[in-house]
Each structure stands twice: as structure tokens, then as C-alpha cells.
């Protein structure tokens, strides 16, 4: 009897060693039933895997890109060709005022937009003239400049050999001046020379000094006839460049703004004259209408609006709860609702 007690608690042992060193990388096996007489029990499987939740919402799919089109003069509606969802093509007639009605005046507003063109383009006419005569005299005055200062510049070469020939006078009376005081510092360390000697040596060195004060007067004004020669040649040269730039100036044309002026008031002529009608401007689908025949209308106010649904957006508004279940980069799938007719 102790033997089988002993027995059953090695196997027990065994067992309980078996289990806890088991192997935890071999995938879990479906574990069989045991049915037990009197016992009721619920046998699983388990598994390893990602636990996933799923978020479902509702949102709205609608186009980027929404073109509000609109009568340029008020008036009576006379045709409307489109209903909401009609899909149109660019240059498709939409809506049409009639031509006779006028709620805000169009006739008067055509015939001063004709006006304001016609003093535009008076006003351009004159400008490109009064530019042409204004590069004629600055060409005019270009071509002076340059003459002008070909002419300064072919005196350049008189300066030079001015100021060439005083500087090598003064070199000239300098070494004389060396040369006078040698001979009279020579004439007082002789002994027997006579005193009539030593004055007409100190008379010579006295001349030369002067010779030496009139060279470098003479080089002073060479040196200052040549800067202001230079001076002068500056300022011919700035002139010719002020010249230049007025004329590069003028050849740019006239003051854009006149030509903006004409173009302008063109565009304001043919908006009256085309303000009857509203064109589709690009494809796309009509998704609001605001207009009926026989009613009237204002000029510049949103008639109908068309959309390009080539281009979406999906959008939705979320809790926060469901925010906070979330991330930048997540995947979704969108299924589309059947649409619900009457």
C-alpha cells in the first residue's frame, strides 16, 4: 500500500515537471473531449493571433471643386436648360435672360462701357505717340553724348604729354639744382678760390633753385589739368550711360497700365454684351439652381452652381472615442449606401 502511494506521487511529480518544461514555440494542438458521467462541459480551442475592432461610420462624399455661375446684367429669366444633377459639358448653354428686359439698366451700362473703351484706347494712341517722339529725342541726345565724348576722350593724349613733359622739366631742374650746390659747396672748400668765384657760384645755384620752383609749378598744373581733364571725362562718360538708360527706357514701351486700361474695358464691353447668358465653363454636374423662367434676376448673384466630381473628398465626423481608436495612416474601407428612390 505504501509502495502505490509512493508510486502515485512520482507519476504525479513527473507529470507536473512535463508540463511547466513544455515547449511554449509549438503551436497549441485542439485538445479532445473527456466526457465525464453527471459532468457538463465547454471545450475550447485556443488560439494565437491579432484581436481586431472594427469602427463603422457614416460620411459624405462631395466634389472639391464647386463653380458658382451667375448673369453679368440683371434682368428677366427667359430659359433655364438645366435641372439639379443634369450633367453638362464646358460651353453647354445653361440659362438664358430676355434680350429686351433690363432690370439694372444693361443698355445704358453697354453704351458707357463703350465710351470708357473708346477713351482707353484715345488715351493709349496718344501715349504711344507722345513715346515715339520722346525715343526720337532721346536717340538724339544719345548720339550727342557720344560725340561729345569722343570728343573729350581724342584730348586725352594732349593731357598726358603735358604732364610728361613738366614732370621731366622738374626731374631736369632737380639734378641741376644737385649740381649748384655741388659746384658751391666745392667753391667755399677751396681756400684759394676768389670770393668773385664763390658769388657767381652761389648766383647759379640761386637761378637753378628758382629754374627748380617754376619746374614744379608747371608740373602742379599739369597734375591738376589732367585730374580735371579726367573729371570731365567722367562725367561725358556718366552722361552717355543716363542717355542709354533713358532710351531703353522708353523702348520698353508705354506705362502698361494704359494698355491694362483698354483691355479692360473691353472685357467690361463684352460681359454686358454676353451677360444674357450663363455657359458652362468646365464639365461637371449641376448641384444647386436658383433661377426660374419669368422671374427676375440679379446681375453678379450665384444662379447655379456646378461641381467637377472628378475630384472628391470623403469627410466625417467622428467622437472623440472613436479618435482615440485611431491613427494618421490607418486603412479604410468605404462601401457606398444604395441610393433611395421614391
Keep these: 500500500m505504501l509502495r502505490r502511494s509512493l508510486c502515485a506521487k512520482v507519476l504525479l511529480a513527473l507529470i507536473f515537471l512535463i508540463t511547466a518544461c513544455r515547449r511554449t514555440d509549438i503551436p497549441p494542438v485542439a485538445s ?3 466526457s465525464v458521467p453527471g459532468i457538463t462541459s465547454l471545450t475550447y480551442v485556443v488560439q494565437r493571433g491579432n484581436v481586431t475592432k472594427t469602427l463603422e461610420f457614416t460620411g459624405r462624399i462631395s466634389p472639391l471643386e464647386e463653380v458658382p455661375l451667375y448673369f453679368k446684367t440683371g434682368g428677366y429669366v427667359e430659359r433655364v436648360l438645366v435641372r439639379p444633377g443634369d450633367r453638362v459639358k464646358a460651353g453647354d448653354l445653361l440659362a438664358e435672360l430676355d434680350a429686351e428686359s433690363g432690370l439694372d439698366g444693361s443698355q445704358n451700362q453697354i453704351a458707357l462701357a463703350e465710351l470708357n473703351l473708346a477713351v482707353a484706347q484715345a488715351r493709349l494712341t496718344q501715349a504711344k505717340d ?12 544719345l548720339m550727342l553724348a557720344q560725340e561729345q565724348l569722343a570728343r573729350t576722350r581724342a584730348r586725352q593724349a594732349t593731357y598726358t604729354a603735358a604732364t610728361v613733359r613738366a614732370r621731366v622739366a622738374k626731374e631736369q631742374a632737380e639734378a641741376q639744382l644737385a649740381w649748384a650746390q655741388t659746384q658751391y659747396q666745392q667753391a667755399l672748400a677751396r681756400s684759394w678760390e676768389s670770393q668773385e668765384v664763390r658769388d657767381a657760384s652761389a648766383l647759379a645755384l640761386q637761378q637753378v633753385q628758382g629754374n627748380l620752383e617754376i619746374a614744379q609749378a608747371q608740373y602742379n598744373q599739369a597734375i591738376a589739368d589732367e585730374q580735371a581733364y579726367q573729371h570731365e571725362l567722367k562725367v561725358q562718360e556718366i552722361a552717355v550711360k543716363q542717355a542709354e538708360l533713358e532710351l531703353g527706357q522708353l523702348k520698353k514701351g508705354i506705362d502698361p497700365v494704359l494698355a491694362i486700361e483698354v483691355r479692360r474695358a473691353q ?5 454686358l454684351k454676353e451677360g444674357s447668358q450663363i455657359v458652362a465653363p468646365v464639365d461637371g454636374e449641376v448641384i444647386s439652381l436658383s433661377i426660374y423662367p419669368g422671374r427676375p434676376v440679379e446681375s453678379f448673384r450665384t444662379a447655379i452652381a456646378i461641381a467637377n466630381s472628378s475630384t472628391v473628398e470623403v469627410s466625417a465626423g467622428l467622437s472623440n472615442g472613436q479618435l482615440e481608436n485611431m491613427t494618421e495612416g490607418q486603412k479604410a474601407t468605404i462601401t457606398l449606401s444604395p441610393l433611395v428612390t421614391s
Aim: charged content about 15%; glycine content about 0%.
Design 130 to 141: 507722345a513715346n515715339t517722339y520722346a525715343i526720337a529725342r532721346a536717340e538724339m541726345a
Design 32 to 34: 479532445t473531449p473527456i
Design 267 to 271: 472685357q467690361v464691353l463684352e460681359w
